[in-house]
RNA sequence: GGCCCGUUGGAGAAGCGGCUUAACUCACAUCCCUUUCACGGAUGCACUCACGCGUUCGAAUCGCGUACGGGUCACCA
C-alpha cells in the first residue's frame, strides 16, 4: 500500500530540497534589538493605489525608525490579472514618494540575500514545502472541477450550512492514497489543499499591533496552497515568504483580518513563528452618503498617479497620508515646524481603527503650506520638470524666459506671511497666463471685466494717465503714491474715511482705481500684488497694454 | 445570512472613570488688517460623544443589547 511519501515524489518528483535546505538558504537576518523587517507585497496588477502607498509608507517608517529592513516583493501570482510592465510602475512611483525598499526585486533584478523576491520565480520554494506538508499528511490533492465545487456550495446553501471546502464537505480530503495516486496516474487535474485540524467551535486569538486583541473562529477550511496554474495562492505564499524572508511585522490591510486564522493555522502546521501583524484602516471615500473603498475604477484619487499628473507635491501627499495615519502628526508639525514626516514618531498605537474618509481639501492645505515655504530656487526646477511631461503648455512659457518665470513664482514669496496660490503645479499656469503678451492678448479678447459704471472715454484717459505717470524701480510706497495722485486727479477720493463720508463727491474709491490698473494689467479684479506685477512685466509692456487699451477706448 | 472590525462636529481626530463648560487641524461663516486676491489676526461652528439599558457617588470613557457603517466568506490578492 501506497504512502504519502509515495504520494509526494509522485506530486513533485523533481523536488529534491527539503525545508531544512531552505532554512539554511535562508538564515536569521543579523538586527538590531527591536528592529522590524516589514515589506511592500503588491500584486502588478496596475498602478500604484493611494491605499498602497498609504501601507508602504507606514511599513517603511516603522522599518526605518526601528533600524530594520523594508522590503519590496511582487506578488504576481494571478497569472490573469498580471499586467506587464507594472512592476517597474509600481518601484518607480513609489521611489517619487521616497518609499525605497532596501530589497528586493527591482526592474533591474534583484538586490538582497533573501530572494527571488518575485513569487513567480519562487516555486520551487513553494513546492519544497508543499512536499513536505504532503509527507506529514497535512496537504493533499483535489480533485474537484469548478462545477464539483459549485455542487458543494448549493447543497451547503440548501442545508444552510457554511459555504466552503471544509470537514465533511471537503469532498477528496479523505480519499486514500492509492485513491490519488490512482487518480493522478490517469491525468485527471489537481490542485493541493491545506489539511486543516482547526475546530470551528473555537477561537483563534493573536494581537493585532494597532488594533490589540482580536479573537476569531478557528479556521477549518482546507484551502487552495497550489492552483492548477502551479502557483501558490496568496495564503500560502505569505506563509512562506514572510518565513523565509524573515518579515517581523506584516502591515496590509483591515480585510484580511477573516483570514487571519487561516495563516497562523498554516504556520503552526510548519511548526514556524508567525510574525505580527498589523491590519491598517482603509482609506474610504464618501459616495451617496455611504463610505466606500476608495476604488481605482471610480475614484480618479485612487490612483496616485493622479495625483503626480495634478503636480501635487510627493510630499504633500505624503503629509496628508501621515496625519491620517497618525493624526497627533498635524500637531507635531504645527509646533516643531518641522514639515518633515521622516523625524516624527510614528506610533501604531495612534493609529484610528476605521477607514478615514479622503479629504481633498486637506490635502491642498498641506500642499500649499508645503509650497509656500519653499523657495524659488528649489521650487522652479521642480514645477520645470513637472511640466515638461505635464504640461507642455507651461514649459515653452518658461523655456521662453526662466529668469522671468521665476519672478513671477516668487511674487510675494519671500517674506514670513508668503502667498498661498498653489496647492499643485497645475495651478500655475492659469494663475500666470497674463504675464505672457500672447495670452494677454487672448484674455483682452474674452473681455475684461471693468465696472460697468465707467464711461469709455473716462477708462481711456485714465489708463493714459497711469501709463505716462507711473515709476518704475522705485519702492512701493513711492509707486502708490503715484497711483494716488493720478486717482485724485480722476476724482477718486484717496483715504477710506474721505470716500465713505462723502461718497458722491468722488468717481469712487482709491481701490476703485486700483481696479482699473489691475483689470487692465492683468484682465482680472483679483492678482498678486499689483506693484510687483508691474515690475515684473516691465516698463514697456505695462505702457504698451496700457495705451493701446486706452486706444481701443477711444475708437 | 454567519463571523469580524468599527461608531466623538461637514472631514481628520484628542480623550483611556472626576482636572471636559469635549483639545487641536482642515473646511465653513463673520469680523479685523488691506489698493484686489491671497497671507496674517480674532471670533463662531458637538447644550454633547449612534441609541437604549445597566455598573458607579460620578461615564464620551466600563458592561450588555439595538441600530448603523465597513470588511470577509474564490484555483483574486
Redesign the pocket.
Known amino acids: 500500500m501506497a504512502d504519502y511519501n509515495d504520494l509526494a515524489e509522485l506530486l513533485f518528483p523533481d523536488v529534491k530540497e527539503t525545508i531544512d535546505d531552505l532554512e539554511k538558504k535562508y538564515p536569521p537576518r543579523n538586527l538590531v534589538e527591536g528592529a522590524q523587517v516589514t515589506r511592500f507585497?503588491?500584486?502588478p496588477t496596475g498602478f500604484l493605489h493611494t491605499g498602497s502607498l498609504f501601507t508602504a509608507l507606514i511599513g517603511h517608517t516603522i522599518a526605518k525608525q526601528s533600524g530594520g529592513v523594508f522590503y519590496f516583493r511582487l506578488?504576481d501570482?494571478?497569472t490573469k490579472?498580471t499586467i506587464e510592465g507594472s512592476g517597474k510602475d509600481l518601484v518607480d512611483q513609489l521611489a517619487v514618494f521616497g518609499v525605497s525598499a532596501d530589497e528586493g526585486w527591482f526592474p533591474e533584478g534583484d538586490k538582497g540575500n533573501y530572494g527571488p523576491y518575485r513569487q513567480s520565480e519562487r516555486k520551487q520554494i513553494y513546492r519544497t514545502v508543499i512536499k513536505e506538508l504532503i509527507r506529514r499528511g497535512r496537504a493533499y490533492p483535489d480533485f474537484?472541477?469548478?462545477e464539483d465545487?459549485e455542487a458543494i456550495?448549493k447543497v451547503q446553501e440548501a442545508n444552510k450550512a457554511?459555504?466552503?471546502?471544509y470537514g465533511k464537505y471537503a469532498r477528496d480530503r479523505n480519499l486514500t492514497v492509492d485513491e490519488q495516486i490512482e487518480r493522478i496516474n490517469a491525468g485527471t487535474?489537481w490542485?493541493i489543499r491545506y489539511k486543516s485540524n482547526g475546530d470551528h467551535d473555537k477561537k483563534t486569538k493573536f494581537v493585532d499591533a494597532i488594533?490589540g486583541e482580536?479573537?476569531?473562529?478557528d479556521n477549518d477550511i482546507d484551502?487552495?496552497i497550489l492552483?492548477?496554474?502551479g502557483?501558490p495562492?496568496?495564503h500560502f505564499a505569505h506563509v512562506c515568504d514572510d518565513h523565509f524572508m524573515h518579515t517581523t511585522l506584516i502591515t496590509r490591510g483591515?480585510?484580511?483580518?477573516?483570514?487571519t486564522p487561516a495563516h497562523l493555522d498554516m504556520f503552526r502546521a510548519l511548526g514556524w513563528k508567525a510574525p505580527k501583524y498589523a491590519h491598517l484602516?482603509?482609506i474610504?471615500k464618501?459616495d451617496h452618503g455611504?463610505?466606500?473603498?476608495l476604488s481605482k475604477r471610480k475614484d480618479a484619487e485612487a490612483a496616485v498617479s493622479y495625483f503626480l499628473e495634478a503636480g501635487y507635491p510627493p510630499e504633500g501627499l505624503l503629509t496628508y497620508l501621515m496625519?491620517?495615519a497618525n493624526?497627533?502628526f498635524?500637531?507635531w508639525m504645527?509646533a516643531t515646524k518641522d514639515y518633515d514626516y521622516h523625524h516624527f514618531k510614528f506610533s501604531m498605537k495612534?493609529m484610528?481603527?476605521?477607514?478615514?474618509?479622503f479629504?481633498m481639501?486637506?490635502l491642498?492645505?498641506f500642499s500649499k503650506e508645503l509650497l509656500a515655504k519653499e523657495n524659488v530656487e528649489s521650487l522652479e526646477p521642480k514645477v520645470k520638470e513637472w511640466a515638461s511631461v505635464h504640461s507642455l503648455v507651461l514649459f515653452e512659457k518658461i523655456n521662453r524666459d526662466e529668469s522671468y518665470f521665476k519672478k513671477i513664482l516668487n511674487i510675494?514669496r519671500e517674506r514670513k506671511?508668503?502667498?498661498?496660490?498653489y496647492a499643485k503645479y497645475s495651478d500655475i499656469e492659469p494663475l500666470t497666463r497674463f504675464f505672457y503678451a500672447d495670452e494677454y492678448a487672448k484674455l483682452v479678447e474674452q473681455g475684461l471685466p471693468f465696472n460697468e459704471r465707467y464711461e469709455k472715454a473716462f477708462l481711456a484717459s485714465l489708463l493714459k494717465d497711469f501709463a505716462s505717470s507711473l515709476p518704475f524701480g522705485v519702492d512701493?510706497p513711492t509707486w502708490?503714491a503715484s497711483v494716488k495722485d493720478v486717482a485724485t486727479k480722476h476724482g477718486y477720493a484717496i483715504s477710506?474715511k474721505d470716500y465713505k463720508e462723502n461718497p458722491d463727491a468722488f468717481v469712487g474709491n482709491?481701490?476703485d482705481a486700483?481696479?482699473v490698473l489691475?483689470v487692465a494689467l492683468t484682465c482680472s479684479?483679483?492678482?498678486?500684488?499689483?506693484?510687483e506685477v508691474i515690475e515684473i512685466l516691465g516698463k514697456e509692456e505695462v505702457e504698451k497694454r496700457l495705451l493701446s487699451l486706452a486706444s481701443s477706448f477711444e475708437k
Not at 457554511?162 to 471546502?165: F, H, I
Not at 483591515?254 to 483570514?259: A, G, L, R, T
Request: aromatic residues 6%; hydrophobic residues 25%.
Open positions: 507585497a503588491p500584486s506578488e501570482t494571478d490579472r474537484c472541477t469548478p465545487l456550495r457554511l459555504p466552503g471546502y487535474p490542485v488594533r482580536i479573537e476569531l473562529q484551502m487552495v492552483k492548477s496554474d502557483l495562492t496568496y483591515e480585510e484580511w483580518i477573516p483570514s484602516p482603509v474610504m464618501l455611504n463610505k466606500r473603498k496625519s491620517i493624526s497627533n498635524e500637531e504645527i495612534k484610528s481603527l476605521d477607514g478615514a474618509l479629504d481639501d486637506k491642498n492645505y510675494e506671511n508668503p502667498r498661498k496660490d512701493e502708490f477710506n482709491i481701490s486700483a481696479e489691475r479684479t483679483q492678482s498678486p500684488n499689483l506693484h
